[in-house]
Structures are given as C-alpha cells and as structure tokens.
C-alpha cells in the first residue's frame, strides 16, 4: 500500500520503509496497483453479486434434491429472476446483520449459532414462500430446517469473511493498458489479474447459471406465458460456463490490451471458440445422458448440440463478457483486508497501531 509516513514498522526509517513497501506494491501488481486507492465493493456490485450467489445456492440445493429423487444425471436446477431480487435483498440485510457482530463481544458462540442462523432461517423461509403468498403458506421440514443452518454457519464463516477481503480499485481505461499493454510485457511485467484464478473461475460459473436461468425464464414467459418466471439450468454447466468464460477472458487481456484488437476483430474468435465449447461439452455429457439441452427441433442446428438461432445472444454475452472482465479488473483480494462491520473497533484500533 501506499507509506505510512517517515517512520516504517516498529519505528523504522524512510529510507528502510521504502525498501521493505516495494516487495508489497510487487505483490500487489506494481507501482500504480499500490498507489490506487482502494475501499470496499459499491452497493450495487455487491448487490449484483449477491443475487448471483443466490440464484446459485437455489440451483445447487434444487439440482442435488433432483439428483438424489430422480437419480437424473443432468442435474437440473431452478430458480427465477424474482428469486435473484430477493437473494440480493436478502443478502444485503444479512450482510447488515452480520455487522452487529460487535454486540455480541465475548458471546461469539450465541451470534454464529444462534442469532444470526435463527435471522438467516427466517429470511429463507420467506423467501421460499416468495411464489405462494397468495397461496398455502408452504411448510418447512426438518430436512430443509438443517440444511438452513448449515448454509447459515457457511455464511457466517465463510460467505462474509471471504467478502470481507476484496477491495474495490477504481481506475482508467489508461490504468489497465499501462497495467496489461504490450509496454508492460516489454519491460516483464506479468499481466496483472484483478482475483486469483479460482475466484474468478467461481464467478463466472455463477454467472453462467445467472445467464441461463434469466434466458430460460424469460423463454418461459413467452412460450409457456409463465407468469411465475421459473428457469432452469444444470449443474454441468457452472463448468461449462465457468471454463469457457475463463478462456474468453484470457483472450480479450491479450488481444485487447497486448494487441490492440478491437471488439468487433475480437468478436469472431469469441464465438468460434464458444461454439466449439458448448458442441464439446454436449457430445461428452450426452454419452452419459447427463445433456441438460437439445435443439434438434430447431433449424440451423448441427447434431442438436448448437444452432445458429442462438447466436445473437451469444454475441451478445460475448461483448457483456468484455464489460464483466473490465469489472473483475477493478477487484483485489487483499487477505489482510477487514470489512469495516465484521470486526470490533478496538480490535481495528490496535491493528493500527501495531
């Protein structure tokens, strides 16, 4: 990060200070990385994200439910757009609960098991009623009342100290060329990658079921005149989503920014290597009728893997793909960061005079 002043750790001088914050701003991804200041995500990223990891835990518990049911090895999994709306309002409150953390200091044990799971419960079992309020108030069983709390203690635990760590860095168009250009390649700069691969990989799988279930929703709502705006996805295709997102990106860092290529250069080669993805993984899953699509009914198709029907939204995704890159490239994780709400102020006091 950036100095602290004439005097470095442990009354250290300037000079000292200097040598020992260059490893740092190394590690961070350079010079104009560390001088960038840095602050916690925007509500509406936060927001974005949250409906996303919602919309994903209701594909996950509803994917597995129908696994262990059905024995369907396509592993398909529900949600709606009204349920991502939800998830992030959810979230969002969670995530306010979470910070008075602080009042329950010295009693740790009471809020991690049974304050903020008995608050996350409850939240769940509305939402699960979301659809049916002008119906029959749908019954929680045991079953379900668990897992609630086990997804409670996987978000007091993990959810929002994982959050807790990214920062938010604004920067320019400039910034990221400087960063990502042939100039930085020239001088053995490494390019510089906004999460650690995995994370990003996660995101965009979630992404992908977000995509999906929005798509099949609204498909739905024209073709069915489903009201309820119900979508559906597989789990196969968070790895489906999530590799071929992971590729695409690393083509636009390198085409765009090393090369110069511009979007609509760019675009062919997105859609080949998407297209080329998605008959890949259908031919592997479908020799296990594990194949969630099929588009043998429709024309311009080729074995009922792809069609060419699809490819405006996939251009569409393709150019969206490029503004989700630009985004992940304003994130850091920084692993000695704290959110502001999960930790004590005197706990937050003596970090900083250590």
Not at 91 to 112: D, M, N, T, W
Not at 161 to 177: E, N, T
Not at 218 to 229: G, M
Request: contains cysteine; glycine residues 10%; aromatic residues 14%.
């Amino acid at each position: 990060m950036a100095g602290r002043g004439r005097l470095g750790p442990g009354g250290c001088t300037a000079e000292h200070a200097g040598k020992t914050a260059a490893p740092r701003q190394e590690a961070s991804g350079g010079s104009g990385d560390a001088a960038a200041p840095r602050r916690e995500l925007p509500g509406w990223m936060r927001l974005y994200f949250y409906g996303m990891h919602g919309v994903t835990l209701d594909v996950l518990l509803s994917s597995l439910q129908g696994a262990f049911t059905d024995r369907d090895p396509r592993l398909v999994g529900f949600s709606s757009p009204y349920l991502c709306v939800a998830h992030s309002l959810t979230h969002f409150a969670l995530e306010k609960i979470y910070s008075q953390k602080r009042c329950f200091r010295g009693r740790p044990v009471v809020f991690h098991l049974v304050f903020y799971p008995s608050i996350y419960i409850g939240l769940q079992i509305l939402i699960g009623n979301i659809n049916t309020l002008t119906e029959q108030v749908r019954v929680v069983s045991g079953t379900q009342l668990a897992v609630h709390y086990v997804l409670a203690l996987y978000f007091a635990q993990v959810f929002h100290r994982g959050l807790a760590q990214l920062q938010y860095r604004p920067c320019s168009s400039a910034d990221l060329r400087r960063e990502l250009g042939p100039q930085a390649e020239g001088q053995g700069r490494r390019p510089v990658h906004a999460l650690p691969g995995f994370a990003r990989f996660l995101f965009f799988g979630m992404h992908g079921f977000l995509d999906e279930v929005l798509f099949t929703s609204l498909f739905n709502l024209v073709e069915k005149s489903d009201r309820t705006l119900s979508g559906h996805t597989s789990l196969w295709s968070f790895l489906m989503y999530g590799s071929c997102s992971f590729v695409v990106e690393k083509l636009y860092l390198h085409l765009h920014f090393s090369r110069g290529w511009s979007t609509w250069r760019r675009l062919p080669i997105y859609i080949c290597f998407i297209y080329t993805w998605e008959f890949s993984w259908g031919l592997v899953l479908r020799q296990f009728g594990a194949c969630s699509w099929d588009y043998s009914h429709y024309p311009h198709n080729f074995m009922g893997l792809i069609t060419l029907l699809y490819l405006p939204g996939w251009i569409c995704l393709s150019l969206y793909q490029d503004v989700l890159s630009d985004v992940l490239l304003t994130i850091r994780c920084s692993h000695d960061g704290h959110h502001q709400s999960g930790e004590d102020d005197g706990q937050l006091e003596s970090k900083k005079k250590i």
